[in-house]
């Protein structure tokens, strides 16, 4: 048990983090959203199960779906964590085809019905259901005080959004009290301003019965907590604190960013609220005579002989002389060739950038069809892929992954454009 904290008793967490959000295009091409390296040292998950130890929860199922494998080799036995315990601990659940079963979860709640006896012989009074793919710290003893205080069926934390980004959750509207009036599912336009933060606290009883009524609900959120409205027993807890949900790519980039401001809203400094993860073994940064760098994170095993601005880099980032970085975020192992440029970039593990390669370069008038998502001049690169020599890349392009050299054609890879990989995948 973590310092300082008391074990909540007879509470469990279900854990969603099999999802995969097509906003990310290449970047989760072989990985589920949550584990997405964040912050040059941590996967998104890691935010999830560190506010679970940290507010005394000790048991979380992971419900996974799609590409688990980088998921459960980062999760393993929940050690990092304090998971790795003889009661309670982490769990995954996944999908498998079975006797009066789809198999594959179909939604939210079809994933708990699907895993039914796991919440009935967990004996909880109370069950935490949380979207694993948001980054914040949150203190969950206090939503379950919350609840506990309003004898609620049902209490579904909010925060505050902006109007621009009402469209993207939903949006809850609620009394002085707190109890919920009514849930509008990614409205078009919404008077309301607050946003549904994918966490769920549930009355244990209430949820079984619910579960077990044999209607098949297949979304939490619209067949299960939205029903239950007129009965008054749905509240919302008010979450004051940063918070984003980085299913975007551009959530992903701003949210890293916002890291290397003077006085980030998310403090990964703060010894009261650590956020744990898998370490890797790495030696110390190593700065080459020359090397400047400027306004950035950077972690164990990074090698810098070039210049780096504004940046995040993961371990194992190597930039070699005259090779210059800026407002980028370059994935673990990525190399940055002699004389490079990278220019508002997300690069994924492992991707090499050739000798006097400039990549995000111009001005960025053109979007990606294929990927919308793309916005602000952002160009991102799939795991593996090796970008030719003295190739030019435009903005807002997407470059797959596993790419190799033979799969461009001519010098230029123009603004907007996405690159798919001709071949199978590199071993």
Known sequence: MRAGRRVLKQISALILAGGRDRDLGVLCKHRATTALPFGGRY?????????????????????????????IDHIGIGRPWDLDRREGGVLFLQPYVRRGSQGWYAGTADALVQNLSVIEESQAKTILVLSGDSVCKMDYSRVLAFHRSREAAVTVAVTQVP????????????????????????????????????????????????????DNPVNLLLDVVIPELPAGRVYAYLFRDYWEDIG???????????????????????RSWIIYT????????????GAEVRGSLLANGCRVAGTVVD????????????????????????TVGRGARMDRVIADKEVHVGAE???????????????????????????????????????????????????????????????????????
């Open 43 to 71: 996967r998104v998950i890691d935010f999830c199960l560190s506010n679970l130890v940290n507010s005394g929860v000790t048991t979380a199922w992971m419900l996974t779906q799609y590409a688990p494998a980088s998921l």
């Open 248 to 270: 975007h790519v551009m959530a992903l980039y701003r949210a890293n960013r916002e890291l290397l401001s003077a006085k980030p809203r998310l403090d990964l400094f703060d």
């Open 163 to 214: 109007a621009a980004e009402r469209r993207r959750f939903g949006i809850v509207t609620a009394d002085p009290d707190g109890r919920a009036v009514s849930i509008q599912e990614k409205p078009d336009d919404a008077s309301g301003h607050l946003a549904f933060m994918g966490v769920y606290a549930f009355d244990c009883e209430f949820l079984v019965n619910r579960l077990k009524r044999g």
């Open 357 to 427: 390669a400039r990549v995000g370069e111009g001005e960025g008038l053109v979007a990606n069809r294929e990927l919308p998502a793309l916005q602000e001049g952002l160009t991102i690169i799939g795991k593996n892929a090796l970008i030719p020599a003295k190739l030019i890349v435009g903005r807002h392009c997407q470059i797959d992954t596993d790419v190799e050299e033979s799969d461009f054609s001519g010098k230029q890879l123009a603004d907007g454009t996405t690159l798919l990989r001709r071949g199978p995948a590199r071993v």
């Open 278 to 289: 898998k370490s890797e073994e790495a030696p110390p940064v190593q700065f080459s005579a």
């Open 311 to 334: 940046s995040i880099l993961f371990p194992g980032v190597t930039v070699e002389p005259g090779a210059v970085v800026r407002d980028s975020i370059l994935f673990p192992g990525v």
